[in-house]
């Protein structure tokens, strides 16, 4: 297809129409729309990492669907790391200037508010209630400040006895309880993966290269869904009724070799099944692979030790 074709065909298409008059990020905001609405991948109150974000229309629709409330009390500013230094900065809501995150002092709603953190090696521009880190998610510096985000993203309340205290006083002076806040960990409950490499028009070499990346998220999906330790099950995100299972939805395209990858998968999830949502174009070999409810890695080869 040459230049002009292509611009012709980006021109017409009904999604490019509908994405500008709803002012959405890409077109590819109504892929993930549709298949959700068809196998609700993402719910309110989730923890959700959006690998290969930019420009934002999938992270953009995961912040519409998980987070609690829009108002500024429950999301978060955008927060952005350079992925490639020590420094991080906080950006403000639509770009404005905006003093260094401070995590709110009050408990998070309940149930618990929703989460989206979005990774790339491109810049995006800041969305509402989405953390952005400017890096590679195979990098640790990235990775380090993946952990950053998680913590800043979730507040629990304990209860601890109170000391007994000097005595004196009625029946109300004794011992007691008192709660106080600690900063935990968020448990990830989605992986979204929209990406693919640059596309050379060699079918099966494009094909390779896409399921080379497809490997490299299949591995940090094993590392984020492993148990941290056994404080994650006392999170509020992670016992709600109605919990998500721990669930990677990643683009791949159709080839000879899909079949391992597959079957890698299958090794981890006990749900994996492929989509092909109707915005998704006929002629492409594009397809997305949905694998639910991870079963953890006994068995499984090849994966990084720790988890993120």
């Not at 508010?113 to 990774?119: F, H, K, Q, Y």
């Not at 099950?233 to 990677?248: C, V, W």
């Amino acid at each position: 297809m040459c230049v002009h074709q292509w611009i012709q065909r980006h021109i017409n298409d009904p999604y490019v129409k509908a994405s500008r008059k709803q002012e959405l990020r890409s077109r590819a905001a109504f892929k993930l729309k549709e298949m959700q609405d068809k196998h609700r991948i993402l719910r309110r109150g989730d923890c959700v990492i959006d690998l290969g974000c930019a420009p934002g229309g999938w992270s953009e629709v995961a912040a519409q669907i998980v987070l609690v409330r829009a108002t500024p009390q429950a999301i978060p500013p955008s927060f952005t790391s350079n992925g490639g230094g020590s420094t991080t900065k906080a950006v403000a809501w639509g770009g404005a200037k905006a003093a260094p995150f401070r995590p709110p002092l009050a408990a998070p709603a309940s149930p618990p508010r929703g989460l989206v953190i979005g990774i790339d090696k491109r810049p995006m521009l800041p969305l509402p209630g989405v953390f952005f880190l400017h890096g590679d998610f195979t990098d640790e510096t990235t990775l380090a400040s993946l952990r950053v985000a998680l913590r800043n993203g979730e507040m629990e309340e304990e209860e601890e006895e109170k000391g007994g205290g000097g005595g004196g006083g009625g029946g109300g002076g004794g011992g007691g309880r008192r709660r106080r806040q600690k900063r935990s960990s968020r448990v990830v409950d989605v992986i979204l993966s929209d990406m693919a490499p640059d596309l050379s028009g060699d079918k099966f070499r494009d094909h390779r290269r896409t399921l080379d990346l497809g490997y490299e998220v299949l591995a940090f999906a094993d590392r984020a869904f492993q148990e941290r330790n056994s404080s994650s099950s006392s999170s509020g995100a992670e016992s709600r009724k109605g919990s998500n299972k721990k669930t990677l939805l990643i683009k791949l395209f159709k080839g000879r070799d899909e079949e391992e990858f597959l079957s890698h998968a299958r090794a981890r999830y006990n749900e994996v099944r492929l989509l092909k949502p109707k915005a998704s174009r006929i002629e492409s070999g594009e397809q997305y692979m949905m694998a639910r409810d991870f079963k953890g890695l006994c068995g499984c080869g090849n994966v990084s030790d720790g988890a993120v």
